[in-house]
């Protein structure tokens, strides 16, 4: 069992420490704090539930003042979220978030680890939370991360209990007590221990928000500590609240850029199980070397490092930093000596001024395609250092060198070499698989389950020796370019599929019995691919033709392809994936590629499929106009109704509104168009002289001023949802014209919906308005606040706070029958 230990803690090291998406040198405040963490041997462990819950204070306050090792679990990966900077939605949302907490931990230091539970929209109470996820599941996965990561404290965001807010919240914090038990237990999960001990953490605790604010909820005298978390460090320069802004403000998808606050910060720490501690976090855990047998010897060795340390010749201390390497080699604690080693190999390469990097030509290659790789290495200091040779995992390739390397002389190392022709491609781990139900992801690999990522299959190992000790330097294979506006910049380096085929409509509804066309893009990876593409279809549906070759002369060259789909003569949802044959290979995935400035360019290959929805539906309205919001696919769907959709901006909006036969707000335009409240008289006037306007949810906080709402009478926005999507919807005004025309609602239009009923409903509004439906999550009161309606003037107003921003993209054959009815509103 102990030798099975060591190997995987190796194992895991490197995965852990895979992450870095550029090089990134430290300057002489970090090596001297990071010469002080050296002494330090404390741990722990941050969790909540989703990314963006975590206190980033006190990551911070914990990682650079502290100076402990220090991690953030968030339960989920935020996929419920909703999106301010683009359309995406469920998992791909969770992939931008999972970035954005990678950004955020590269500023405040904690490293991120996830479980593999599915964010699946806003939860009232913990007990629902834990039956969609699966307890036992989840509860596996953080028993797994506690033990990997030995921490000796936990610390919960929330608590177990209604006053968390959120069903995933306090489930979270209820299940990390549970985990505080069962970690040590080596009864629970025996099936972990082929690669982990138990480990038992000293304490559990609850960090607190808006502490003292109800005097009647605080806890009891000596259930608690306090700290003072907003010191200011003067080796960073900065506090650790103006660090922890900059962290949070990477959560831009949420909307979350805060300012920067200054001065004292108190947190307050709430004891919930194990030993309470009565002055600090830390009381009865010895974070310093005399944790460890032989660490005393450790210790003299890095004390002399501090105090030899000079800012303008860090190359000095090298040679104590060797004989400490040596010491800590020594040790007979597994887990300690792997990661002081590798606190001390990263001090080694700042302290030698080290850079290298090994760089492909191309961005994305596929199986069997050459690439060339340059491999740069420099040192810049005095220090001596060998490049005895390199090796490139995948590309089973090495290079002999043992050269001694001068100072400040780039070594540039260029060569050919090709992908194996079976490689997998590039994929988010937690999405090479279908969900196990809806609320977790599947992942068979033990070792990959809880990472925030998948390390690189091709890695770039240079064996070198700093002042006679031999070290394994270890970095991505990245590819690096010059932007003309932004500089120099990295993105992850990708394997495709040779051809990927992607539809361009992710439903397709027919409303007759009418064929329509099916439009797939494909898309070469590799130059000289040919083939052909077909369509893989559900009895009763039929496509002409039944196969289109393909030729492509170059690289990432894109061909059109179009299908006829005729439907069949009943109503049917179904789905159709597409199909490439390339030689002896066949593949079924599409491309989707998300590009924002302040996380990685990043590549998905999604099964290349669409939702078919043959269904009686009638549109009365043909010209839509759409203003945009927070990004939703609204549009999309409304031109599978038929309709022509124009995006409406300064010059359409603050014009001619007549011809429009419905205005669709977007989501949350309310909340980040700074102009609505100018556009909103021109709005008023087009539906008082006889148009339609249909306004999607929006929050109500950070609303744009508007002197009389955003409708023609008064109503107010409450925090109100339904998140059961089966709740049962009663119908309030069953003559209105929304349930009967052009289309007759009934209960079945509601059937399939997903995630959520609606959000964001309201709880006040002017008698003029008509209510239409009544929806309720289980053993609560019915909100009737959902859609608001009314006649004004010539024409008609709704509010709706049901989630068609969700039902639509996803093909919910009522949502689109409903819709439809809302935008005919007066034809």
Request: aromatic share 10%; glycine share 8%; charged share 20%.
């Amino acid at each position: 069992m102990r030798s099975r230990f060591i190997l995987f803690a190796l194992f895991y090291l490197s995965y852990t420490f895979g992450f870095t998406q550029v090089p990134k040198p430290l300057p002489p405040g970090e090596i001297l704090l990071n010469l002080k963490r050296l002494n330090v041997l404390g741990s722990a462990m941050y969790m909540a539930a989703h990314p963006d819950d975590e206190n980033t204070v006190m990551l911070a306050w914990l990682a650079k003042e502290r100076l402990v090792r220090t991690a953030y679990l968030s339960l989920t990966r935020g996929d419920g979220g909703q999106n301010l900077i683009g359309a995406e939605q469920s998992e791909l949302m969770g992939l931008i978030r999972t970035y954005e907490l990678l950004a955020a931990r590269s500023i405040d230091g904690p490293e991120q680890y996830f479980t593999r539970a599915n964010d699946f929209g806003f939860s009232k109470n913990t007990e629902e939370t834990l039956e969609v996820w699966g307890k036992d599941a989840v509860l596996a996965d953080i028993v797994w991360r506690i033990r990997n990561f030995r921490p000796d404290v936990l610390i919960c965001r929330f608590p177990p209990d209604s006053r968390a807010g959120h069903g995933n919240h306090s489930a979270s914090a209820a299940l990390a007590e549970e985990a505080f038990q069962l970690a040590g237990d080596a009864s629970k999960f025996p099936e972990q221990l082929k690669y982990v001990k138990p480990w038992q953490p000293k304490r559990i605790v609850w960090n607190t928000f808006a502490f003292g604010v109800n005097p009647a909820q605080r806890p009891a005298e000596g259930s608690w500590i306090s700290a003072e978390i907003g010191g200011y460090n003067p080796l960073l320069a900065t506090s650790y609240s103006e660090l922890a802004a900059e962290s949070r403000s990477q959560h831009k998808s949420q909307g979350f850029g805060v300012a920067r606050s200054r001065g004292v910060k108190i947190e307050y720490l709430v004891h919930k199980a194990g030993d309470k501690a009565t002055k600090d976090v830390f009381d009865g855990v010895e974070t310093s070397w005399n944790r460890v047998k032989g660490g005393a010897a450790v210790q003299a060795v890095v004390n002399k490092a501090i105090e030899q340390f000079r800012p303008d010749q860090p190359a000095a201390i090298i040679p104590l930093l060797v004989q400490a390497y040596r010491l800590v080699d020594k040790l007979d604690d597994a887990y300690w000596k792997e990661q002081k080693k590798k606190e001390l190999s990263q001090l080694l390469v700042a302290c030698a001024g080290l850079w290298y990097e090994s760089n492909p030509s191309e961005y994305a290659v596929a199986g069997g395609e050459p690439v060339q790789l340059t491999t740069t290495f420099i040192k810049r200091s005095e220090a001596p250092v060998t490049l005895q040779s390199i090796r490139w995992t995948s590309f089973n390739k090495d290079t002999t060198l043992n050269m001694s390397i001068p100072t400040n002389e780039l070594q540039r190392l260029v060569f050919q070499t090709a992908i194996p022709q079976n490689q997998t491609i590039t994929q988010p781990y937690w999405l090479m698989q279908p969900k196990m139900g809806k609320g977790m992801y599947r992942v068979d690999d033990q070792a990959l389950n809880g990472l925030p990522e998948k390390p690189s299959d091709f890695q770039a190992l240079f064996s070198v020796t700093i002042g006679g000790l031999p070290l394994t330097l270890t970095t991505p294979v990245h590819y690096k370019y010059t932007d003309a506006v932004r500089g120099e910049l990295y993105r992850p380096f990708e394997v495709r599929p040779s051809v990927t085929a992607t539809p361009a409509e992710k439903v397709l509804v027919f409303a007759d019995g009418q064929p329509k066309t099916y439009t797939v893009t494909l898309k070469a990876s590799q130059a000289g691919a040919s083939g052909n593409v077909s369509l893989e279809l559900p009895a009763g549906w039929k496509s002409e033709p039944a196969r289109i070759p393909f030729q492509f002369a170059s690289k990432f060259q894109e061909q059109t392809v179009s299908f006829q789909l005729i439907p069949p003569t009943q109503a049917s949802e179904a789905s159709v994936q597409v199909k490439v044959q390339t030689g002896n290979q066949t593949s079924n995935r599409g491309l989707y590629e998300i590009g924002y400035e302040h996380i990685p360019a990043l590549t998905v290959f999604p099964v290349a499929e669409s939702k078919l929805v043959r269904l009686e539906i009638k549109n009365k309205a043909k010209l839509i106009g759409y203003i945009p919001g927070a990004g939703d696919e609204i549009p999309a769907a409304l031109r599978q109704m038929g309709c022509t959709v124009v995006n409406l901006g300064e010059k359409e909006l603050t014009g001619s509104l007549a011809a429009y036969d419905a205005i669709v707000v977007g989501v949350r335009a309310y909340n980040v168009n700074d102009r609505m409240s100018y556009y909103q008289p021109f709005l008023m006037d087009y539906v008082k002289n006889g148009g339609t306007m249909v306004v999607q949810y929006q929050v109500n906080s950070g609303l744009q001023p508007l002197s009389k709402g955003m409708g023609p009478y008064p109503f107010h926005l409450s925090r109100d949802r339904v998140t059961v999507e089966e709740a049962p919807m009663r119908f309030l005004k069953p003559e209105h014209p929304i349930l009967n025309t052009p289309n007759k609602i009934t209960n079945q239009d509601f059937n399939g919906w997903i995630q959520e009923r609606g959000l964001y409903f309201s709880d006040e509004w002017d008698p003029q308005y008509q209510t239409i439906f009544s929806s309720n999550d289980p053993n609560e009161k019915p909100l009737d606040g959902g859609m608001l309606a009314t006649a004004y003037g010539k024409g008609w107003y709704v509010f709706t706070g049901y989630a068609f921003f969700r039902q639509l993209p996803a093909g919910v054959p009522g949502a689109y029958r409903l819709f439809a009815n809302l935008i005919s509103l007066g034809k």
